[in-house]
């Protein structure tokens, strides 16, 4: 019997079946191999994206980020100091869930938008520098300006862009344009 007969089947017996003879075989899979073939995808643009890196800093592009969880995804993903670019408008945002992980990995806040009342009310109390921009151009300035070799600059806005933008694509074309003319 195949395992596309064994999955389709449902037999939740077939299904402990299908577990008990691929589980043996996921182990033999190198780490190597998996990493080589996730690295030939092809990436979701403004999701994750690495712009350009200018003097040792990374400069990443996560404007689909427009949650708490997908920015805590984000975030998440790297294990170097962040400078972290958020804000926008907000949908109910609970941002205490991102307290823990901005604690143990943002260097520096930089708020984006005409509304971050709600960002710099939850995370000033972590004693972490945090800037006010309105414009993409100044809170990639202040953005670079926080951040040393090494260190990521991180696009994750956690919001909405409808204040200064008019989607999540021109906020994250936006993002790329100001890395640029850095």
Not at 68 to 86: D, E, F, G, K
Not at 93 to 103: D, Q
Request: charged share 25%; aromatic share 8%; net charge neutral.
């Amino acid at each position: 019997m195949t395992f596309e007969t064994l999955a389709k089947q449902g037999n939740s017996s077939h299904n402990d079946t299908l577990v008990a003879t691929i589980l043996p075989r996921i182990r033999e899979i190198r780490k190597e191999y998996i990493k080589d073939s996730l690295s030939g995808m092809n990436r979701i643009e403004h999701r994750l994206e690495h712009v350009l890196t200018v003097q040792g800093i990374d400069f990443i592009n996560d404007s689909r980020s427009t949650s708490v969880n997908s920015t805590w995804y984000a975030l998440s993903n790297y294990h170097r100091p962040i400078v972290w670019i958020a804000g926008g408008v907000e949908s109910g945002n609970n941002y205490e869930e991102l307290i823990p992980i901005v604690g143990e990995k943002v260097k520096a806040i930089v708020c984006l938008g005409s509304r971050n009342g709600k960002i710099l009310d939850a995370f000033s109390r972590l004693f972490i520098p945090i800037r006010e921009t309105n414009s993409m151009d100044l809170a990639v300035q202040t953005a670079y300006s926080l951040s040393k070799p090494g260190d990521i600059v991180l696009l994750s806005p956690s919001c909405a862009s409808f204040d200064l933008f008019e989607n999540l694509e021109e906020r994250g074309r936006a993002f790329r344009l100001a890395v640029k003319n850095l």
